[in-house]
Each structure stands twice: as structure tokens, then as C-alpha cells.
């Protein structure tokens, strides 16, 4: 079963000349269950973006073990059946979208003709089919961000990981990507994904673990958040202003 | 009302800079000519650096500076300015540099052994420069017979010269006068006619035109020398004596008149009876 | 089903092949060939040295300017600009990564080649058919040989730059490290045969000097052997025994500096 474990992992930091350290998560542990959307929220450097980088691997932490769908972050196969959508997605400004699909299609597997067929459908459901051999310098934020989700998204994967999918969105851009998320729900997708607007959060998660400086505050369901007052309430009470 | 006075005055600024710019660089090229002037360019650094700083790109560079050399020696001939001693160690150190960098540049060889022969007398620093190019350019017999030559015309030394001539008969594309020359250098001893030949043969791969005209200049003098010569030796044998000075050749109506010599010298005829110029073949 | 080791090389090249520094590279490389048009009438006889030369260093230089312009900016940038995290989510390992993209530039670094070469031939061609005359000691093969060598230096070189680019955070810091080691490769076999030259005579130089440069020497790429400008410019025939060799020295160097690149980019956090 598709499904990632987090087990006491710490991080620290070390400026390049060694001097100051600074603690990016402490102790965390987490489990994201099988066909569940997981959100992580916390302010600015609270350690979301810290530990969705560990599990895709790009940093390695101090302590503590990492499994995704029973593989470790360093063997590339974890990666297989994941889509990852980075914070400020950025992609490579002389390529247009379609090469771009067509590489993150082909390095997952797909064939040509399959490739083809998803690039299409998923261009058009994001609405950037028309401008698809355009070269992606010449987009927008908001275009780059939906071009991000179609990469992570173009071999259907299983495990499905967005750093801040709505950050750079105007409102129908948001409403597009719950959209999205919510069909993903519904096809049994596991999704983690993390952001600091409660509000988004509140509509798409199952559960939701609050953040703040490195620790796990804690993880809380959809009922019990919508019991007590709302995430704004809660995230309120849990983190307190520095 | 300031705004609009700005966007119409920009494109007057600009015209009246591009006016100032036109004035400045022409003031400037006068002040760089003068500039130029006054600094000769007789100093290169050592092949030690040169070659370090031109890396893998020695040939490209030493290009450059062989194109430097002879526009400098090329601009010295168009004003017909006088060569110094300075300026033969100039051409030699620059010779020796670029044939550092490019050991078989052919053209920075025969360009500097001309310029030290000739023009300035230097035979052993033209040689010097000739059994480097032997050490690399092996099979051109080109090398070997500039070496020849020099011995031959310039060293009066035969033996080495027509050994250096049948060193180089024996390389592969050498001209098939060239064995014959050899052997018969001794006899042309104390004459003109194989630095005719020399020229002749020079003179047909040049292209540059000024380096031609200075060829051919140098050749036209030669020629009249040695048809003077013959004259002489004509009289020799009506006369039994020979003259004192040229002007007997035309007393005795051998010659219609001395031509000039194109170098702006006079032909004279020296103690050892043979003919030579004021000019020394140096342009006056 | 196209391999994913394909994707990543090809997805490096085009990249690489749209960057608009290439243009002015190119263009660059072809105005100093058709210069060599002009420039070789300036010449009395040593024509076609003047003119392999003009189209060699064109060549060289395009291949230079594209390492150190394009190709370092090509994986310092992937960092920089976090555009890595598209090739990492992917299922690649951190060699793969390294390997496609050296792979990819070299495709790149290729085809600008084969281009050039082409330019240049037709521009040789045509030199050659005004001067024939002055063509009689000109070889296509030890021209073509020469480009070749040309080639397998700008493989090490890149492999030096790659191998920077892992360990340096900036891409300034790559182009400052590579620079220098490029100058110091080409110019180590001058200045160690200067050195031993004058020690021999002198005696100046101590043991710890001479251990010293020989150390340097071993460590150091010696990028002069690839250089054979010169001998191609007056068609000196190079063995094929030695061009074998250099073939050798280069890919096992790139080998090793790509090894030990892919090492420490595994360790490497990439924020």
C-alpha cells in the first residue's frame, strides 16, 4: 500500500562557515496513510517545506528514518510512483510546456502515444493548451504553477506531493487546483501536501498536522477541526506569536 | 510643461554629442598617430611568456604578431625611412618569438632572413634563424638553400654554400637548376647573377606588393650591375686593361649611358673592378 | 518507450541549444572565419597555415566560449534556480543526474562541432580553390585530426566544470576554479619543461620544489597534448597511435572527475 513514514527525523542547518546552526525539524514523526489527503501547516520556516524535501529525497536528515511506499528516499524508485510539485515552481525557461510533459512523462514510464494523451487532457484541464509550444519563460506565475501541477500529476502517480500548490493562484486558479485535489480524492490518491492558508487546508484535508519551529504541535482530523471553532482557532491556540 | 521641454531636447542632445563625438575621435586619431610615432615598437616580450600567455592558441598568435612585424617593416619601406641597428635586433627577437610560438612558420623565416641580409648585414643572426627552421622544417629545401645562399653571396664562403646548395638539391620539390647551381657556385664567384637567380625565384611566390616592389627594386639594381660587369669584361678583352671608371664604358661606346640607380645612389666601379653603388643598395 | 537516460540527456540539450549566448557564439566563430578571408591575403606565402589557423581557433574558441558561458551556467543554474527538483522528483539518482547532464552538453558541445567543422570546410574550400598555389602542404586529415583532439579536450574540460559545479555553491566560483585549471593545463608542460630545464642548470631548485611540481603535474590535466593547431597547420602528420592515447587520457580523466562528482553530489543538500 502506497503510503509514507516518518520516524523521529531531525534536522539542523549549518551556515556555510559552520558557525551558526539553526534547527529545521526536530523529532518528527508522521505517518500519511493510503488513499488520504494529509495537509501540513505552519508559519514561514516552521519546517513544512524542510521535510516535504526530505522525502523527496533532495536533503538527507541528521536522525531518523524516512519510508515511502516501502522504499527509502535515497533509491530513485521511490520516486517512481510520486509527483511532486516544488514551492515556486521553476522549470527550465527555454522549453515549452509540452517538452517539458513529455520529458516528466517519459522518465516515469509512458509511453508515446499514452504520454501524448495525458499532456492533452491535462493542458486542457488547466486551460494552457493554447499556449503549450510556447517557451515557459514567457509565463506567468500562475501558468508556471499550473505547469508544475501537470508535471506532478501527467503518470497518475499514487503518492501525490505539493509544496504550497496555491501560492501565486488568482482565485479561479485556487479553485481549479481543489478541483483537482478533490478529484484526486476521490480516485483513492495519497496526497501530502503543506501551506500556510488555513482555509485551503480546511477544504481539502482529511487530517492535518500544525508545525511550528521544527516540532509537531499536532495532528488533528477534519471532524475534530470543524468541532472546534476552525483551523484558524486551533492554529491560533497551538502556535504562539514569537 | 518641464516634461515636454526634456522629451524634445533629448534628440537635440543627442544629435549635438554624436556632432561632439565626430570632433573628439579626430582629435584623438591625431594625438594617437603622433602617439604611435613616438613609440617604436621595438620591444616583444620573450617567447617564455609570449608562448604561456598564447596557450593552444600559438599559431593564431603568432600570425598576429608576424602580421604586426611586417606592417611595421612594410610602413618603414612605403616612407622609405632608414632601418637602424635597432631595428634588426627588433626583427630578429620578433622573428625568434613568432618561430617559438610556430616552429615552421616558413614566412616569419624568409621575411626575417631577407630584412637581415639585405637591409641590414646581419648574416649570422639570419642564420641563426635558418638552422632553427632546419631543426623542424626537414624535408623543405627551401631552408638549406637560403642557408646556401648566404654563405655563398654574403659570407663569400663556396664551400659551405654549395654544400648547403646540394643539401637542399636533394630535398624533394627543390628546382632542378638547383644541383647544376651547386656545383658550379665557385665559378659564379664574385658575381651577381645567382642573387639574380635568388630574387627571380623569390619574387615569383611573393604576393605582397610591397615586399614585391622592394624585390624588384633590388633586382632591377642587380641586373644593371651585372650587365655592367659583362660590359667591363668586354672591355677587358678589347683593351686588354680595365677602365677606370664607368664613364670609359661609354667613351668607348660599350654602353649608351649609366642608367640611375633606382635606391638614388650612383654605380661606381671600385678598386677591385667591380661594380657597385652609392646607395649601397639602401634607399638614400 | 523511450529510455529515461535519453529524456534527460536530450531535455539538457535542448535547453542548452536555446540558450541565446549560442548565437552570438556562433556568430562570433563565423565572422572570425570569414575574417580569415580577408586576413590571409595579408600573407606572402604560408596560406593555408594562416587560414587553419584563423578557422581552428575559431573553432576552439566557439567550444571554450560554450563551456564557459553556457554549459557551466547549464548545472549551476539547475541549482540555483531549484529548476533540479524537476529532474530529482523524477525516478533518477543523483549519478544518473550528473551523467545525463554531462552527456547532454557534450551532445550539445557535438553538434556546435560538427556545424563549426562544416563552416569551416567551406570556408577552407573556397580559400583554397583563390590560393591553390599556396595549398600545396595542406592536409584535410591532420585538419580534421586536429578539430578531433580539439574535442576531446573540451570533454575533460567540461568534466572539470561539472566537477566544480558539484562541490561550489556559485556558479562563479565553477567559471573562477575551471578558468584557472584550464589555464594551468594548458601551460603545466611549458612551465614544468622550464623549470627542469633551468634546475638542470642552476641547481636552484630544491627537492620539496621539485616533488612539488611533480605532484602538480600528475594532478593537473596536461591540456596541451590536445592541442595540435600547429601541426595541422602544416600538415605534420600525427600518428594514430597517438591520437589513440589522447582518446584514453581524456575519457578516463572525465571518467574520474564524473566518478568522484557523482560521490560528492550524492552528499550534496540540495535547498
Known sequence: MPEIRIKNISKTYVSEFKREKKIAVENFSLTIHSAESFGIIGRNGAGKSTTIKMIMGFIKPDKGDIIIDDKKPSDPDSRLNVGYLPENPYFYDNLSAEELLKFSSYTSGLDKKTAEKRINTLLNQVGLYAVRKQRLRTYSKGMTQRVGICFALIHDPDIIILDEPMSGLDPFGRKMVIDLIEDLKKRGKTILFCSHILNDVERICDRVAIMDSGTLKGIFTKQHVLENEGMEKLFLTLVREK | ?284 | MIPKMVSLIFLSFKEGVRERALIGIGLFSLFMMGSAFVGVSLFMRDLHKVSVDINLSAITLAGLLLTFFVSINLISKDIDKHTIYCVLSKPFSRSQYIWGKYLGIMLLIVTAFCMLTLCSSVNLFLIKSQYDVYFQTFSWLEFYKAIYSELLMLFLLNAIVLFFSTITTSSFITLLFSLSIYVAGQTIEEVVLFLKTRSAADMALSETINTIIDITQYILPNLSVFDLKVHAAHAIPISYGYLFSITCYSLVYSVVLLLSASIIFNRRELN
Not at chain 2, 621575411?111 to 638552422?131: R, Y
Not at chain 2, 639574380?196 to 639594381?221: H, V
Not at chain 2, 686588354?240 to 661606381?268: A, M
Open chain 2, 1 to 284: 510643461m518641464k516634461k515636454v521641454v526634456i522629451i524634445h531636447l533629448t534628440p537635440f542632445l543627442l544629435i549635438c554629442s554624436i556632432v561632439l563625438c565626430f570632433f573628439v575621435q579626430q582629435n584623438l586619431s591625431v594625438k594617437r598617430e603622433n602617439f604611435l610615432k613616438r613609440s617604436d615598437m621595438d620591444y616583444i616580450l620573450p617567447s617564455k611568456v609570449t608562448g604561456l600567455a598564447a596557450m593552444e592558441f600559438k599559431g593564431i598568435v603568432s600570425d598576429f604578431l608576424f602580421l604586426k612585424a611586417s606592417t611595421f617593416f612594410g610602413g618603414k619601406f612605403i616612407k622609405n625611412e632608414t632601418l637602424n641597428a635597432k631595428h634588426a635586433d627588433y626583427i630578429y627577437n620578433f622573428s625568434d618569438v613568432i618561430t617559438d610560438l610556430d616552429p615552421w612558420f616558413w614566412d616569419a623565416y624568409l621575411f626575417s632572413n631577407m630584412l637581415l641580409t639585405w637591409d641590414f648585414g646581419k648574416i649570422d643572426q639570419a642564420n641563426t634563424l635558418l638552422f632553427k627552421a632546419r631543426e623542424y622544417r626537414t624535408t623543405d629545401f627551401k631552408v638549406p638553400y637560403h642557408i646556401g645562399f648566404n654563405y655563398f653571396y654574403f659570407l663569400k664562403d663556396n664551400i659551405k654554400g654549395s654544400q648547403y646548395m646540394m643539401e637542399a638539391a636533394k630535398l624533394p620539390g627543390s628546382p632542378t637548376y638547383l644541383a647544376s647551381l651547386a656545383s658550379r657556385l665557385a665559378m659564379y664567384q664574385n658575381q651577381y647573377k645567382p642573387a639574380i637567380l635568388f630574387l627571380e625565384d623569390i619574387l615569383k611566390k611573393t604576393r605582397n606588393p610591397i615586399l614585391a616592389k622592394q624585390l624588384e627594386t633590388r633586382l632591377e639594381a642587380l641586373t644593371v650591375m651585372n650587365s655592367l660587369e659583362k660590359k667591363i669584361d668586354a672591355f677587358k678583352k678589347k683593351f686588354g686593361v680595365f677602365p677606370d671608371h664607368l664613364s670609359d664604358l661609354i667613351n668607348t661606346g660599350l654602353v649608351e649611358s649609366i642608367p640611375d640607380d633606382p635606391y638614388g645612389g650612383k654605380y661606381i666601379l671600385l678598386e677591385n673592378k667591380r661594380v657597385y653603388t652609392t646607395s649601397k643598395l639602401v634607399y638614400k
